[in-house]
């Protein structure tokens, strides 16, 4: 089975730096992403890691370590606009084209002033 | 270029009543997916293809049907709608493999009376 978890919610202040943990438990990973959904609307892409290590791309972050089921989205200098779910995915192997994505519940920021 | 785009965006049924939803891509991808999301629930897969003439059971088929007709057509039938099918579905379409980033639709929105 697959399991995915993130937190529910978290709180931060306008220019600071926070970070989103995702842990996750499958069998066949063979990636992760990260989404950024606001409110009503579609998933937007963020991030994609396959191999350990950081990836970074402006103001946004993402790590991965494999070995330990772990995952982290780093949003620096947070803007109001930042305030979203932020959902993180693992992609299950199912044998070449039947590869799946199995998204957590989503983390809901809110930025504050 | 309109990316992926669905329809209706909004839809209230009673129970027992049919419908269809139509999702459509420009990009020329070859898979396409759909999803629905649930409070607390996360987003979860229905159905998928990963080609023209193609289909296959996600994560939680039951009580809906799909056909892919033509490249960039996907279609979400409910045959006889359900209270438990009040959601929003999302639709979404990768390039080629599975582990391509997905790009979703705006969204629809789905109350069963």
């Known amino acids: 089975g697959q399991n995915i978890d993130q937190p529910t919610e978290m709180t931060a202040t306008e220019g600071a730096i926070v970070q989103i943990n995702c842990t996750y438990q499958t069998s066949g990973f063979n990636g992760l992403f990260w989404y950024q959904q606001h409110a009503g609307e579609a998933p937007t892409f963020l991030s994609y890691n396959v191999l350990d290590g950081l990836e970074e791309k402006g103001r946004f972050s993402s790590f991965l370590s494999r070995s330990k089921g772990y995952s982290y989205l780093l949003l620096k200098e947070l803007q109001m606009k930042d305030s979203a779910s932020y959902l993180c995915a693992v992609i299950k192997e199912g044998g070449g084209a039947t590869n799946k994505l199995i998204f957590g519940t989503g983390t809901l920021l809110a930025v504050q002033p | 270029n309109a990316g992926v785009t669905q329809t209706p965006k909004f839809r209230v049924l009673k129970t027992g009543q049919s419908m269809t939803l139509l999702c459509a891509q420009d990009?020329?991808?070859?898979?396409m997916y759909w999803y629905r999301q649930d409070p607390g629930m996360g987003l979860r897969l229905i159905h998928y293809s990963v080609g023209e003439g193609t289909t296959a059971k996600g994560e939680v088929p039951d009580g809906y049907n799909v056909s892919r007709l033509k490249k960039q057509n996907f279609l979400l039938g409910l045959e006889s709608a359900a209270p438990s099918q009040t959601s929003v579905y999302f639709c979404?379409?990768?390039?080629?493999?599975?582990?391509?980033?997905?790009?979703f639709g705006p969204g629809t929105r789905l109350t069963v009376l």
């Open positions: 990009m020329n991808h070859e898979y």
């Open positions: 979404a379409s990768s390039p080629q493999r599975g582990t391509d980033t997905q790009y």
